[in-house]
């Protein structure tokens, strides 16, 4: 299962197995709870540097376009 959802956000989360008749159920598994934590992703850190280069290549390829 995937979906979308903020960073950091923790989610309850539980499991129950039965049988064909979920109301009435010959068998069933003893629930299963926990809790999951979506990921945080590190910010993308651009220097200016990569800036400057990329400024660079832009004035060459158009240089040598001509």
Not at 16 to 44: D, I, K, Q, R
């Amino acid at each position: 299962m995937t979906f979308t959802a903020e960073e950091g956000h923790i989610y309850d989360w539980g499991c129950l197995c039965t049988s064909l008749n979920p109301g009435n159920p010959m068998f069933a598994t003893e629930p299963v709870m926990g809790e999951v934590t979506t990921l945080e992703t590190a910010p993308e850190v651009i220097s200016a540097q990569s800036v400057w280069c990329g400024v660079i290549m832009a004035l060459f390829a158009a240089v040598f376009m001509y």
